[in-house]
């Protein structure tokens, strides 16, 4: 069911990619996920912010700061809330100011407010008389710990940071360090610029000095004096350069004296490759793993010290810190899942168990629209495989429930239970597992019927995104979720393809056209029947008369008909004079195309047909303006050779109350007919 939210900045920071407060940064991410996943988002800010949603502007103050001017803004949000609350109906309003209540409505939607600043820096009279009668939550188990007698509070929401959009560098780091952010005493840029001094190395500052007199201040008897050639202040950056600076960095410098309860700029850097020296300031040493990817320290001495043994960290532990700990995607489902909690119910979905193929058959369209709407759908929770599954993989048995909220199909989750274990179906031939639907909720309300008996909760093959991570399975207990898998990716927004290895796929291009007349050939209704027949042939020439398609030729055949039927498939044929020498088998939706697998003639390994075929994929995936070429499950050497870099899938398990039993059973693994794909080169 999509979902107004009216999200609430601080009045004196603007919203936007380029936000320098770490607050904004997070309203401007939840704003983004809303718009894209079909919800409404209203954003109440200063004018000269920009958001996905709908942007509600307040004047920006002129000049300092004052008493005087907070006053006339608190009123400006007032009013604001008001205008937004009058005019259409409001699932949930969302708090991120310091100040919030100067300006909380007193009646109307649920309200919920992010404490991002350490508890101790809110008058506790305010926290108390806000806990009776709004929600508000911490960032991080650091902060919370500081005041551990305010309360009631919510569980914690901890801070994440956009994972696509940050990358390392692929080159040696830069020689210089970095401090980035707000300029004020708190924040310690001066012990920043000693600490560069003393380890004889560039320092950029990059931040914003807000017009409050004592940020003014500190900057220009503080750290201005201390500024040389060496040591540069280069002002507030745009969110790109942000993101290219501290992937060149050689290490973040974060001085911060203030009990910080969260740090998205340290995230940020891991993320970027980068690790983080800091002093031991509230959450740093939860985000910081000292010793691999930074190292906390006490002082400026020791701060010059961390920076000269930076180089002994590994890029590739701090990235991987950054995908297992500080996902964005990982925070915004925890919040769309708070809001779907507070929203108020508006009907009452009904759930329905489905037994037999003709049930999943008479759904097929609007299943496919719901996949269609779903931003967290794979091409494997599609009704054009998960029918033929069933049909041919399955022997037409189906276990799994259909969710209708106002006479809308709202989830399709295909699940049973076996030994007491409830698990996804499609595993197997399927990379990625999940369920179609509009909400985490929506999947826990289908899931509850599918529950009835279950001693424990097994789900396997999970995409960071997909709601079964978050949706609340009734009577769960013992309930977690770790990394399982591997799955290379391939951005498309930035030139991630190495420029020598993109050269060589012209070059072997240039090679086959030598040999006989190159040419590409896409499936259509008309060839698919025998681009197939090649491709099964091909795939087990190429492993000797095995593979992963052997006895599924009837499966695969149902599947790539489907998906072309619905614009989804994309098959390439590579055929040198009229011969086929390769064929690649892939999937798209959305903004992303699904490599799944090959077949090529082994008697041409030495034309590199599997790199001509996957360089093709990759070349036409990017001019559909795809975001990103998925090589799916498996850690195979030649996807990294293509620039690839792992996102992972997790598997949840739980016991079920009042069944339970000691420890865990293993998750099933379900790529086990898939393994021969292991090694696979192109």
Request: hydrophobic share 45%.
């Amino acid at each position: 069911m999509p979902l107004t939210v009216v999200s609430v900045s601080y009045p004196f920071a603007r919203v936007g990619a380029d936000a320098v407060g770490g607050a904004e940064q997070v309203l401007s991410t939840i704003d983004e996920a809303l718009v894209r996943e079909g919800h409404r988002s209203i954003v109440i800010a200063q004018e000269g912010s920009r958001c996905a949603g709908e942007l509600e502007a307040i004047p920006s103050p002129q000049g300092p700061i004052g008493i005087a001017e907070r006053a006339v803004a608190h009123r400006y949000v007032r009013e604001a809330i008001a205008r937004v609350l009058g005019r259409q109906r409001v699932d949930v309003v969302h708090l991120h100011g310091f100040d919030f209540h100067a300006y909380a409505p007193d009646s109307g939607p649920p309200v919920v407010v992010t404490l991002h600043l350490p508890l101790d820096w809110y008058p506790r009279e305010v926290l108390c008389r806000a806990a009776s009668r709004m929600h508000l939550h911490c960032v991080s188990a650091a902060q919370r710990a500081l005041r551990p007698e305010i309360g009631p509070l919510l569980d914690d929401i901890p801070n994440g940071v956009p994972l696509d959009r940050l990358r390392p560098c692929r080159g040696p780091k830069a020689a210089f360090v970095l401090a980035l952010g707000r300029i004020c005493p708190e924040k310690g840029v001066a012990d920043a610029v000693r600490a560069a001094r003393e380890a004889h190395i560039r320092l950029v500052i990059a931040g914003r000095v807000f017009p409050y007199h004592e940020h003014q201040r500190y900057f220009e008897l503080e750290v201005a004096p201390l500024l040389d050639e060496q040591r540069r202040f280069v002002g507030a950056v745009g969110a790109r350069r942000k993101w290219r600076l501290l992937a060149l960095a050689r290490c973040l410098l974060v001085p911060s004296r203030a009990p910080e309860t969260s740090s998205l700029v340290a995230m940020e850097a891991l993320a970027c490759g980068t690790p983080v020296v800091a002093y031991a300031a509230g959450a740093l040493p939860s985000i910081v793993e000292h010793g691999r990817t930074g190292f906390i320290v006490r002082d400026v001495a020791e701060m010059a010290g961390a920076i000269r043994r930076s180089t002994e960290l590994r890029r590739d532990d701090c990235r991987r810190a950054a995908e297992q700990r500080f996902s964005a995607a990982l925070m915004v489902r925890r919040y769309l899942a708070l809001y779907r909690r507070l929203a108020p119910r508006r009907s009452a979905p009904t759930a329905r168990v489905l037994h037999h193929l003709s049930e999943l058959t008479s759904i097929g369209e609007e299943w496919a629209d719901l996949c269609r709407g779903d931003p967290n759908a794979t091409p494997f929770q599609y009704p054009q495989w998960l029918i033929p599954w069933c049909r041919h993989l399955n022997q037409e048995s189906v276990a799994g429930a259909s969710l209708r909220d106002r006479g809308r199909l709202a989830a399709v989750v295909l699940a049973s239970q076996e030994t007491g274990a409830l698990r996804l179906q499609g595993a197997g031939v399927s990379d990625y597992l999940g369920a179609a639907a509009r909400s985490a909720e929506a999947v826990a309300e289908a899931l509850a019927p599918l529950l009835r008996g279950a001693e424990r909760v097994e789900l396997g093959q999970l995409r960071p995104s997909s709601p079964l991570l978050e949706a609340r399975l009734a009577g769960a207990v013992e309930d977690r979720s770790d990394p399982q898998d591997a799955c290379p990716v391939l951005p498309l927004a930035a030139p991630a393809v190495p420029p020598e290895h993109w050269k060589y796929f012209r070059y072997c291009q240039r090679r086959m056209d030598r040999v006989g007349r190159f040419s590409v050939v896409e499936a259509t209704e008309e060839n698919l029947g025998a681009m197939l027949s090649d491709l099964f042939h091909l795939h087990q020439a190429r492993w000797n008369g095995g593979g992963v398609l052997q006895g599924l030729e009837a499966f695969h055949a149902e599947v790539a008909r489907g998906f072309l039927h619905a614009g989804m498939l994309r098959m390439l044929a590579l055929r040198l004079d009229a011969r086929t020498v390769a064929v690649l088998y892939a999937f798209a939706t959305r903004d992303r195309t699904w490599f799944y697998l090959s077949g090529f003639d082994p008697g041409l390994e030495k034309l590199s047909p599997g790199v001509v075929a996957v360089g093709t994929a990759i070349e036409r995936a990017a001019a559909e303006g795809h975001c990103a070429f998925d090589f799916l499950r498996g850690a195979e050497r030649y996807k990294y050779w293509w620039g690839a870099r792992n996102a992972w899938t997790f598997q949840r398990r739980a016991i079920i109350a009042c069944r339970k039993h000691e420890g865990f059973r293993p998750v099933a693994s379900s790529g086990s007919s898939r393994t021969a794909r292991a090694g696979q080169r192109p």
